[in-house]
Nanobody, 115 residues
Framework: QVQLQESGPGLVKPSQTLSLTCTVSGGSITTDYYAWSWIRQSPGKGLEWMGL???????YYAASLKSRTSISRDTSKNQFSLQLSSVTPEDTAVYYCKIAGTSYWGQGTQVTVSS
């Protein structure tokens, strides 16, 4: 069974770059037709899709976050990563990685943006 695990700092200062990694086990991030997403949930708000990287390494981003978001992968480690630049307290959220179109989610990691 595929498992996903987010990792990264739980506290980021305003204006810095948030960096998270999702480690995948039980399956390959290069498996045909799979896509790997980042989603977040801010306090009191719904889920927000941030972007994805597909099996071929192509990336797609939410329009509202595109200028600040970068998703990459390391196939040797079976990991994909999120970078969100110029963060503000409004970027405080639980960040999740998941397989697009499936019910496979990581457990989520809390990231707080605060000085």
């Amino acid at each position: 069974q595929v498992q996903l695990q987010e990792s990264g700092p739980g506290l980021v200062k305003p204006s810095q770059t948030l960096s998270l990694t999702c480690t995948v086990s039980g399956g390959s991030i290069t498996t045909d037709y799979y896509a790997w997403s980042w989603i977040r949930q801010s306090p009191g708000k719904g889920l927000e899709w941030m972007g994805l990287i597909d099996y071929g390494g192509n990336t797609y981003y939410a329009a509202s976050l595109k200028s600040r978001t970068s998703i990459s992968r390391d196939t040797s480690k079976n990991q994909f990563s999120l970078q969100l630049s110029s963060v503000t307290p409004e970027d405080t959220a639980v960040y999740y990685c998941k397989i697009a179109g499936t019910s496979y989610w990581g457990q989520g990691t809390q990231v707080t943006v605060s000085s």
